[in-house]
């Protein structure tokens, strides 16, 4: 089943606790109870969702073992915008920006479209007040 609604997987705990077992969620978890989305997919808890990835994935297993470069991401029901960030210094080496209803494979990078400005523009200031600029 595929929602809609952005979410992230820590969130998923807090379904087991009270939406479907029906206790109490402990304070010591993170999240947002997501049993509404089960009960109706149309429901959204959230506008964005935000994640972070290393490149390259496996940089721990060459020297030296650190990151190349920090993705940092933001998804919303629009599209999804990855900044690719220097690990050393944090400056912005390469970015991708994808339609994420018209291209689900993510095979057009459309960051330089000017039909995608507006969007362009609204993905950088989301990931700017998650992660802060490069």
Do not use: C
Not at 54 to 60: N, Q
Not at 92 to 113: F, Q, S
């Amino acid at each position: 089943m595929r929602f809609g609604a952005a979410a992230s997987s820590v969130q998923f705990n807090r379904i087991w606790w009270r939406g479907l077992w029906g206790l109490d969620y402990p304070l010591s978890f993170d999240g947002v109870d997501l049993s509404p989305v089960l009960r109706d997919a149309s429901v959204r808890l959230k506008e964005a969702a935000f994640t972070q990835h290393p490149g390259p994935a496996y940089f721990d297993r060459q020297p030296p073992p650190v990151p190349k470069v920090m993705g940092m991401s933001v998804r919303t029901e629009a599209v999804r915008y990855t900044e690719w960030r220097d690990w050393a210094s944090g400056a912005l080496v390469g970015a991708e920006l994808y339609d994420a209803k018209g291209d689900v494979g993510e095979t057009r990078n459309v960051i330089a479209d000017k039909a995608w400005k507006d969007r362009l523009a609204d993905a950088r200031r989301r990931l700017a007040s998650q992660f802060g600029s490069p």
